[in-house]
């Protein structure tokens, strides 16, 4: 994606964000695919035996998720860090090193997955081959090269942060990735006790996801704002702390939702459940009071003599990536707070724990809070690198943001209904046994749910391959303004 667009101060940190945003983007299309794999998989259990066991596929589905988000996130940084501090990025040229160090170790790491799969009882499998650990499966020194590559960019970030003009959003970023790094820390070490080990592997998993990366996407949100229709900066960084506060806060206290079933004391029950849910409210706030502000500013500019409603629509400099934007604050709404409010009450959860319910969760919050915004930034950055001054909607744009959210709605719908026949068949109606998780899975709902399911992902996939090649083909689209 790089450009003879890309020139003056910041023009190589944006240059290295691109590197990131191409490599982000060829692992979403490969989590994509390693998803439908396993779709396929979980219906027809023979697909591919032998060749890729299913466990194999999910893992690499689901690492390679949080992988390319991280990659995106990187990327974004780099490529507003100029913008926001008047500067280029310091240590740039450690960070394009740093950037193939973390390419290459996720190849070998992916290709490990692929054609090793599995290694001896022994310490050799937890440092070369993999941890065993849900969600963070990467070996050990791939552990440690994650953390390495980290602590670089924050480094990077930092001393940019200190040197160049500091504004709200790139001192809440400086924080955010504090703890974005030290929290990842939690997760590499083991403990004899199975409660004590789960206790801080959930830190892992829901502080370093749900409270460091989603203000990480309070900070982006605000950054596109004022990128997109000239937000008012007050407004977006006063929603930015409050959702610091908020996420911070609630985030810790809302952890307390994962440990009902570990043997935790019982006050985490009602403390988790409280809490859990309050962690998009900022971000959704922060929309519709800047939506709300920006109405009023087009409302009296249209009052004015010779105003239209195409030359008050103009003022979206980026209408795909306000739309990937606008659907990050309802998605973050429904899939972190309306689906994970389904289940995050212990009365309820007794139910739905390790259901499909929460897959159905996992797969909308990871898209709407997360995603979305992302793939928001990909359009912000191709828009920079082909020096498109207003850039419009394309037939492959809506055709792409359609099938990929729609596709995902279905998916997350299907999965609930699977979740629902989990929970009345399997838990209520014969009491969580062995045979009856087998019992509830070979109901004709809970089949054709997993049928749904499959379609709905190879909707997705069509999206995925329609927005890379309108990525791929904008600058050389005659609809966008120069």
């Known amino acids: 994606m790089a450009s003879k667009y890309l020139t003056g101060v910041g023009s190589e940190s ?50 390679a998720l949080v992988v390319w988000m991280v990659f995106a996130m990187f990327g974004s ?25 973390f390419a290459a170790a996720i190849v070998v790491v992916v290709l490990v997955f692929l054609f090793v799969q599995v290694g001896p009882a022994d310490d050799t499998t937890i440092w070369f081959i993999t941890e065993g650990r849900e969600y963070i499966e990467a070996p050990r020194w791939a ?16 001393l940019t942060g200190m040197k160049g003009k500091q504004t709200g959003i790139v001192t809440v970023l400086m924080a955010d990735m504090i703890a974005f790094a030290g929290l990842y820390l939690a997760g590499m070490f083991f403990t004899d006790n199975i409660t004590v080990d789960q206790y801080w592997w959930w830190w892992v998993i829901h502080l370093w996801v749900e409270a460091t990366w989603e203000v990480f996407v309070g900070a982006i949100a605000a950054y596109g704002l004022i990128k997109m229709i000239g937000a008012h900066r007050k407004v977006v ?17 809302g952890l307390g939702h994962h440990y009902f079933w570990i043997g935790t004391p019982e006050y985490w029950w009602e403390i988790g459940a409280l809490f859990s849910a309050l962690e998009p409210l ?20 249209m009052a004015k003599e010779g105003a239209t409603e195409d030359n008050v629509k103009s003022v979206i400099t980026n209408k795909p990536a306000f739309t990937w934007f606008v659907l990050n604050a309802f998605g973050n709404f429904l899939g972190a707070g309306i689906w994970g409010f389904f289940h995050t009450l212990p009365q309820v959860n007794l139910y739905t ?53 729609g596709g995902m709605m279905v ?10 026949v989990q929970v009345l068949v399997s838990r209520a109606e014969m009491g969580a046994t062995w045979a009856a998780y087998f019992d509830g899975q070979g109901g004709v709902w809970f089949a054709q749910a997993m049928d749904w399911r499959l379609i709905a992902g190879i909707v997705v996939f069509i999206g995925y ?13 005659p609809v966008h303004e120069k």
């Open 465 to 477: 391959i329609l927005l890379a090649t309108d990525l791929l083909t904008t600058g050389k689209n």
């Open 77 to 101: 940084v780099y490529w507003l860090l100029p913008d926001e501090t008047g500067i280029e990025t310091v240590g740039i040229k450690i960070g394009k090193l740093l950037f193939w160090i």
């Open 282 to 301: 900022p971000l959704v706030a922060m929309f519709i009071h800047v939506l709300y502000d920006w109405g009023k500013t087009q409302g009296a500019e």
């Open 143 to 158: 552990d440690w090269g994650i953390v390495v590559v980290a602590l670089g960019f924050v480094g990077n970030l930092f």
């Open 411 to 420: 998916m997350t719908i299907a999965l609930t209904i699977a979740g629902y």
């Open 237 to 253: 960084e006063m929603w930015l702390w409050i959702e610091v506060a908020m996420l911070f806060g609630s985030g810790i206290l």
């Open 14 to 63: 944006k240059q290295l964000a691109t590197w990131y945003f191409t490599f982000a983007a060829i692992l979403f299309g490969a989590q994509l695919l390693f998803g439908l794999v396993a779709a396929i998989q979980f219906i027809m259990p023979g697909f591919l035996y032998g060749v890729l066991d299913f466990s194999i596929a999910r893992i690499i589905h689901i690492n």
């Open 353 to 405: 724990h390790g259901t499909q319910f929460t897959a159905a969760h996992g797969h909308l919050a990871f898209f709407g809070a997360y995603a979305t915004i992302l793939i928001g930034m990909f359009y912000i950055a191709i828009q920079g690198t082909n020096g498109i001054k207003v850039m419009h909607h394309t037939k492959l744009s809506i055709w792409s943001t359609s099938l990929i959210t």
